[in-house]
């Protein structure tokens, strides 16, 4: 029988290529996100709206267990905390942060009638260390993490993993947006930007979203089955500078 995994944000980016990589491993995928996309069972979702998660991951209970949770969903902000205005910090919070309690508050009552399940959250490189111009980024990341070690130990007694994933700069449809604005407001060339993001990784390259779904593929299965509660950092070498 296939297992069935329910990803947020799984029609563009790191979460595509997590829905295509799991699909091709049997599994059975439900992607909630705002964008349709023909890969997995796709379901219209905002994960800001927890009554709305609330209702189509039920639904998705009634049917099957679920036996992996990934939220993914989430946007970028860039701006110090004087560039941040309350409704900015509200919105990267609701996506980023409320988008991933709706989603795991949801999924726990049919893991633990399981006593059974994994739950990856992907955070950031930005859970560990700061960037600049990043105050409401920075925390929504660093709130995953703590979310990932929370749900770890008080659902450890029902066999349920919690993990975070925190990847460095992936090139997704989210990092060219991010540059797209950055050249926008200061002037400078993206080809330029983009050479110069490349120099400061270890590894002189950005990820690839696919690389970080073979790493969640992973932790969702159950040759990982003694880690919870841990951030995985998968970056090319950045955050060991
Ligand atoms: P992306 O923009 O390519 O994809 C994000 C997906 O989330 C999209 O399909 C979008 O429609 C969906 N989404 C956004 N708001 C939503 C909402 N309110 N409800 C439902 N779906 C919504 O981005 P990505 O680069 O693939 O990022 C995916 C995750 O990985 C994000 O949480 C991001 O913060 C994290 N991440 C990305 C990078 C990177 O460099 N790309 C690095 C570290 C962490």
Redesign the pocket.
């Known amino acids: 029988m296939k297992k069935v995994c329910v990803i947020?944000?799984g029609?563009?980016?790191?979460?595509l290529s997590i829905v295509k990589l799991f699909i091709e491993n049997n599994y059975q995928v439900f992607n909630?996100?705002?964008?349709p996309s023909a890969e997995g069972d796709f379901r219209q979702?905002?994960?800001?709206n927890v009554s709305q998660v609330t209702e189509i991951i039920d639904e998705i209970s009634k049917q099957h267990t679920i036996d992996v949770l990934i939220s993914?969903?989430?946007?970028?902000f860039s701006g110090t905390i004087e560039n941040t205005s309350e409704a900015d910090l509200d919105n990267v919070f609701n996506?980023?942060v409320k988008?991933a309690y709706a989603a795991i508050k949801a999924v726990l009552p049919s893991m633990k009638a399981n006593n059974n399940g994994a739950i990856l959250l992907?955070a950031?490189?930005q859970a560990l260390i700061a960037k600049h111009n990043s105050f409401a980024y920075n925390l929504s990341k660093s709130a995953l993490a703590s979310i990932a070690k929370t749900t770890a130990l008080d659902y450890a007694a029902f066999n349920i993993r919690a993990n975070a994933v925190c990847?460095?700069?992936?090139e997704?449809?989210?990092?060219h947006k991010a540059i797209d604005n950055y050249c926008q407001k200061s002037g400078a060339d993206k080809n330029e930007v983009h050479q110069d993001e490349e120099k400061l990784q270890p590894l002189q390259r950005l990820g690839q979203?696919e690389e970080v779904a073979e790493l969640v593929l992973f932790l969702a299965s159950d040759k990982a089955k003694f880690i919870t509660g841990s951030l995985q950092v998968i970056d090319g070498g950045y955050t060991a500078q």
Request: charged share 10%.
């Open positions: 947020t944000g029609s563009s980016g790191i979460g909630l996100d705002l964008s979702c905002d994960v800001t993914n969903a989430g946007i970028h996506i980023n988008g992907m950031s490189d990847p460095g700069t992936i997704t449809p989210l990092y979203p």
